[in-house]
Structures are given as structure tokens and as C-alpha cells.
């Protein structure tokens, strides 16, 4: 079991940056892909970026690419996701989630655990 706690987000003007985390418990938390997903007012949830167990491996959506980086840290079970040049249309609860699969993965259906989510709001 893996239980996640996001935080980090908040108001920010457009062009802005904001770095949120995800503290993970659970002694296992090394071997698990970690994702970041959103989901806007009236949208569903959608995937934004995953980190494979190592960090060797990395997706993300198109429309994060080259202005969100993701990263962990397996010593303090956290995954990280950099925002930068942020724009209104990146408005949305972010969550964070795991998965046992070996592989970095986009599909939300692979993940089996998530956090409550984090408001990320950034005004025009």
C-alpha cells in the first residue's frame, strides 16, 4: 500500500512557476512508477507527466512538454513536478498517483493509488 499526499500548488500569475510534491508513505515507494494527472472544472482527468521506479524514464503530455519537468527523490519518497511558464489553461487539480508497473506508463487506468489533489490556479 502506498498512501500520497500532495502540496505545492496555489494562485500564480501567468508565466509563472510553481513546484509541486507528492510525499509517498510506504517502504515500497522506490519501485513504483509515479504519475501526475489533472483534472479541470467540467473535464475529465487527464495525464501530464510519469517517472519510471529509476528516473531514467520520462513521458509527458504534449501540452506540458518542454515547461514541466518531473522528478523524485526515492531516499525522502517524494516525486516532484516543476511547473514553469505556466498558463490559464494549465488551471486544474493536479494529483498525484502510483503504480506497481515495471514501466513508465500515460494510462490512468495502471494506477492504483492516488492523493487527494492540489488546486493550481494561474490567472491570465
Known amino acids: 500500500q502506498v498512501q500520497l499526499v500532495e502540496s505545492g500548488g496555489g494562485l500564480v500569475q501567468a508565466g509563472g512557476s510553481l513546484r509541486l510534491s507528492c510525499a509517498a508513505s510506504?517502504?515500497?515507494?522506490?519501485?513504483?512508477?509515479m504519475g501526475w494527472f489533472r483534472q479541470a472544472p467540467g473535464k475529465e482527468r487527464e495525464f501530464v507527466a510519469t517517472?519510471?521506479?529509476?528516473?531514467?524514464?520520462?513521458y509527458y503530455a504534449d501540452s506540458v512538454k518542454g515547461r514541466f519537468t518531473i522528478s523524485r527523490d526515492n531516499a525522502k519518497n517524494t516525486v516532484y513536478l516543476q511547473m514553469n511558464s505556466l498558463k490559464p489553461e494549465d488551471t486544474a487539480v493536479y494529483y498525484c498517483?502510483?503504480?506497481?508497473?515495471?514501466?513508465?506508463?500515460?494510462?490512468?487506468?495502471?494506477?492504483?493509488?492516488w492523493g487527494q489533489g492540489t488546486q493550481v490556479t494561474v490567472s491570465s
Open positions: 498517483a502510483g503504480t506497481s508497473s515495471t514501466w513508465a506508463t500515460r494510462d490512468i487506468n495502471d494506477y492504483a493509488y
Open positions: 510506504g517502504r515500497t515507494f522506490s519501485r513504483y512508477t
Open positions: 517517472i519510471s521506479w529509476s528516473g531514467r524514464t520520462t
